[in-house]
């Protein structure tokens, strides 16, 4: 699988120049993600006309599934000390004491197949134990992997789970200690607000927000420690406005979409810059909209991740995902 992060270098300045700068990285992301063979006919990856590109894309190439949870997830790997000092706080109050924590990818195919992604297999042994908070031998976490996999959809299975762990298929990351070989699972939420106990889960990393302290501090009433992250919340809104337009421009053939469909004027004008070129190629569009994009916004890093699938006997249907990695602050 591929990632290509879109990195955040600077703020977000005026609303069209920044809604150009994300949508270029996000359409090349898109052409990127379909294989050479459906481009030939149109002339191959520097060839297809911007109008073209829907009628090769099938409904889950790239479907790019942006999420904050990579942002995170990539930010641990990085050792990024405004991400990783809070969340070895979060985890001394889940008593693993580690100044440097690690993070498993817990990622979920619309088909159903579950994977692991960027991480180690030998990061999960058979002596790595998960905490969930509860009194008793904590459980063995390789042992229910499947079983957490299968969970996310047979709500049936769930309850064969031992019941310290019954909501933990619910876990986005599982952060924790390789050495100690203890890890816990974490939930991610861009909304605090829509942050949800469950057994098993331990973890929320969550935005800060000016309205709330930003202390790593524990929900009795939910029984989760809070993690609020210090990052850009008007980039990752942008985004996923970016990522919207996008969306529709592709499903209509570049041609405007219908007010109901793309009501806000704001992106109907980003929009326009798109339906006015729909006729040139899409490297073209993107090198004439250059001058248009804020510049120094973002700074596109494809890489190449491993997987280990968990469950489902399909290949997973997403070969690309784009995730925006917001400017930690």
């Known amino acids: 699988m591929e990632i290509r992060q879109e990195r955040q270098i600077s703020p977000v300045a005026d609303d069209v120049s920044a809604l150009v700068g994300v949508t270029r990285p996000i359409l090349v992301g898109l052409l990127h993600s379909i294989g050479e063979e459906y481009l030939e006919v149109h002339g191959g990856r520097e060839g297809i006309l911007l109008k073209n590109l829907g009628r090769v894309r099938k409904a889950n190439d790239g479907d790019l599934g942006i999420a904050f949870e990579y942002a995170v997830h990539d930010a641990i790997l990085r050792q990024e000390p405004s991400v990783t000092d809070r969340i070895s706080e979060a985890l001394r109050q889940c008593r693993i004491g580690t100044d440097v924590p690690s993070s498993i990818l817990f990622a ?3 088909d159903g ?3 692991l992604i960027d991480t180690k297999r030998d990061l999960i042994t058979a002596e790595s ?8 031998q904590p459980v063995k976490l390789q042992k229910y992997m499947n079983q957490l996999a299968a969970a996310f959809h047979k709500p049936s299975s769930r309850p064969a789970l031992p019941r310290s762990i019954q909501g933990l298929w619910k876990a986005d990351l599982f952060l ?3 050495q100690r070989d203890h890890w816990v699972g974490t939930t991610i939420k861009v909304k605090p607000q829509a942050v949800e106990p469950a057994r098993g889960l331990r973890i929320a990393v969550v935005p800060s927000t ?3 302290s930003d202390r790593v501090r524990k929900d009795d009433q939910k029984n989760l420690i809070i993690c609020p992250l210090p990052y850009d919340p008007e980039f990752m809104t942008l985004f996923y406005d970016g990522m919207q337009i996008i969306q529709q421009l592709v499903s209509h053939d570049f041609k405007m979409p219908s007010e109901p469909a793309l009501p806000r004027p704001l992106h109907r004008r980003v929009a326009e810059m798109y339906v006015d070129r729909r006729e040139f190629t899409i490297a073209e569009v993107v090198d004439a909209l250059a001058v248009s994009a804020q510049p120094h916004l973002l700074e596109s890093r494809p890489e190449d991740v491993g997987v280990f699938e968990l469950a489902g006997s399909e290949a997973p249907d997403t070969s690309t995902a784009v995730s925006p990695m917001p400017l930690l602050t």
């Open 108 to 110: 979920m195919e619309k």
């Open 113 to 115: 197949t579950k994977q």
């Open 129 to 136: 134990r998960v905490l969930s908070g509860n009194q008793g």
């Open 176 to 178: 924790g200690s390789p």
């Open 210 to 212: 000016w309205q709330k």
